[in-house]
């Protein structure tokens, strides 16, 4: 009421549209981007019809609905080694690393036509201390930027303070918004759980413990996130275990059945020879298989 009393023109039909989950866009539409801005704090998903005219079909749809998917995968970079006084250089040699990362396409509009919007999904710059303000103001479709988060902390595995800082403002962040949980929030999850900060591994059993319990999680979402990211030992599978065997089980017999498709999920992913510490994985399951009085599941993990 106070924007119909307070506002005109655009600036009333645009809050509106923003506040109001059941109105819709009255035109005209002077500036563009404020509208589709408005659209995606909204809601998440594709534009509305009304939009059409605006040209952001040329967008890549994972900008907008925030649906992006992610990969790790092993790369080849040059590395430098020892001091050659011969050469006076470095030697450099071919070296492979797992490296994890986004896959999005790139837009075929412009930046400098549509500013704010394109500030929006790209440009926006986040510090821990900006992080939490940026996520809440666009509550309905944080995806993007929860994936960007991810990634800044996940592929240098929090080596220093300020990546450390952005892991646990986004954890922080995550467990307060209570959302559904979408494929960037299963990264992020997994790269919580998985964190070798333990203040990030809590708050990561915290969103796992409150999320089992009233039935939000998907133990195979979740699982196959966290057995993608160990199929190539980008962290170390004993950060999971420990905490698992330290505050995971025995919570509840829904938290333990849940624990055991979590598992079975994570060795679905992994290849044929184990990697370190996957016999510690094992006897967890071994023992959640003994209190559940559930079997093994053979079908999906005959290895």
Same mark, same amino acid.
């Given at each position: #009421? ?19 989950? =059941? ?20 809601? =998440? ?15 890549? &749809?994972?900008?907008? %609905?925030? +649906? ?11 590395? *430098? ?10 030697? @450099? ?8 990362? $986004?896959?999005?396409?790139? %837009? ?19 510090? =821990? ?45 995550? *467990?307060? $918004? ?16 998985? &964190?070798?900060?333990? =203040? ?9 413990? #409150?999320?089992?319990?009233?039935? /939000?999680?998907? &133990? ?7 057995? @993608?990211? #160990?199929? $190539? ?11 698992? &065997? ?13 624990? /055991?498709?979590?598992?079975? %999920? ?19 399951? %071994? ?6 009085? +559930?079997?093994? +599941?053979? +079908?999906?993990?005959?290895?």
């Amino acid at each position: #009421e106070q924007t119909r009393r307070q506002l005109t023109g655009e600036y009333q039909a645009l809050m509106i549209f923003l506040l109001d989950k =059941s109105s819709h866009p009255v035109e005209p539409f002077p500036h563009p981007s404020w509208w589709m801005t408005a659209a995606i704090t909204r809601m =998440s998903g594709q534009p509305l019809p009304e939009f059409d005219q605006f040209g952001y079909n040329l967008i890549p &749809a994972e900008y907008i %609905s925030g +649906n992006h998917k992610w990969d790790v995968s092993i790369q080849n970079y040059l590395a *430098y080694g020892d001091y050659n006084p011969k050469t006076d250089s470095y030697d @450099r040699y071919r070296s492979k690393k797992p490296e994890i990362r $986004l896959l999005t396409s790139r %837009s075929k509009t412009q930046s400098k036509d549509n500013p704010l919007f394109y500030r929006y999904l790209w440009k926006a710059d986040f510090s =821990s201390e900006t992080l939490k303000h940026t996520l809440l103001a666009i509550p309905n479709n944080p995806d993007y930027l929860i994936g960007r988060a991810t990634l800044c902390f996940a592929e240098c595995d929090m080596w220093e303070v300020p990546e450390q800082n952005i892991a646990l403002s986004l954890a922080q962040v995550i *467990y307060d $918004l209570k959302q559904p949980f979408r494929d960037m929030h299963y990264f992020a999850l997994a790269c919580f759980m998985l &964190a070798k900060l333990k =203040s990030v591994q809590d708050y990561g059993q915290a969103i796992w413990s #409150e999320n089992v319990s009233t039935g /939000v999680l998907d &133990a195979v979402c979740l699982g196959k996130a966290i057995g @993608r990211i #160990e199929a $190539l030992e980008f962290f170390p599978l004993k950060r999971l275990t420990d905490l698992m &065997a330290q505050g995971m089980i025995g919570i509840s017999r829904q938290h333990n059945n849940f624990l /055991v498709i979590l598992i079975e %999920s994570i060795l679905a992913e992994l290849g044929e020879k184990p990697i370190r510490n996957q016999k510690k994985l094992m006897e967890i399951y %071994s023992e959640l298989l003994a209190q559940t009085q +559930n079997k093994p +599941n053979i +079908n999906s993990i005959t290895k």
